[in-house]
């Protein structure tokens, strides 16, 4: 894919689990203000290229580039601090604390109190439940509010690539519903978004562009409609 803005470039990536390889050459590009999916069977490696992107795990080949600089093997807080946010699969929250103190972890890296207070005040314009629930304890949130909480403690670091992991997973329809359009609300507003979702179908509704792994490579790639439009992918993701 040729992009003439790209914003994340990650280029024949390999990364061990001891001995056992999980990733054997992963490319994928996300251009500035898209929207990509990763798709994938269960194992395919799609966590872990999320993971190994922000610094979670190393790399053993390949390169990642974020804004043009190579960033494998740089700490998770560093990204953090330069614009890449994960919302990890699961949501994991932290359940004895009050969603305004997750909200406050999340804005750990910044110094700015100005900065901070309009990052809350996005979070809850965009998640009226969030702001209604402040003062609650995450651990007794729904698990769509919950999620919310989540892709929120995310937004508070301000990212400019937002990394989401099975964001559907769990959750009640009615919730699946709410939390894509909140999807797609942050990517208008100029969020770049690469997101892992079991929900091929759903995920393809909203994509700009997908990618494919199988077998930790890179199998297939091009236009969310062309996907839709490809019967492979139609008979191995899209249940037909």
């Known amino acids: ?66 804004r043009g600089d190579a960033i494998e093997g740089a700490a998770t807080y560093d ?20 969603v305004e ?19 809350f005040e996005r979070i809850y314009t965009l998640f009226p439940r969030l702001k209604d629930r402040r003062k609650q304890l995450a651990g007794s949130l729904s698990g769509g509010e919950q999620q919310m909480l989540a892709i929120g403690r995310a937004i508070a670091s301000r990212p400019s690539l937002l990394l989401l992991d099975e964001p559907s997973m769990g959750l009640a329809p009615i919730f699946v519903d709410q939390i894509f359009e909140l999807i797609l609300e942050l990517n208008a507003q100029g969020t770049t978004i690469l997101m892992v979702e079991q929900n091929a179908s759903l995920a393809l509704e909203i994509a700009d562009h997908a990618y494919v792994l199988d077998g930790g ?17 139609t008979a191995a993701y899209l249940g037909a």
């Open 1 to 66: 894919m040729a992009l003439a803005n790209v914003l994340l470039d990650v280029e024949h990536l390999v990364v061990n689990y001891g001995a056992l390889p999980a990733l054997h050459d992963v490319n994928v590009k996300v251009g500035q203000g898209q929207l990509v999916a990763l798709l994938g069977t269960n194992g395919a490696g799609k966590t872990t290229t999320l993971k190994t992107i922000v610094g979670l795990i190393k790399p053993r080949a390949g390169t990642i580039r974020y």
């Open 79 to 98: 990204l953090v601090r330069r614009g890449i946010a994960l919302v990890p699969e699961g949501r994991r929250v932290f359940a004895h604390s009050t």
């Open 101 to 119: 103190e997750n909200l406050e972890l999340g804005a750990i890296s910044r110094t700015s109190t100005v900065e901070i207070a309009e990052s």
């Open 217 to 233: 490579r890179t199998v297939l790639e091009g236009s969310a409609q062309a996907m839709m439009n490809n019967e492979a992918v």
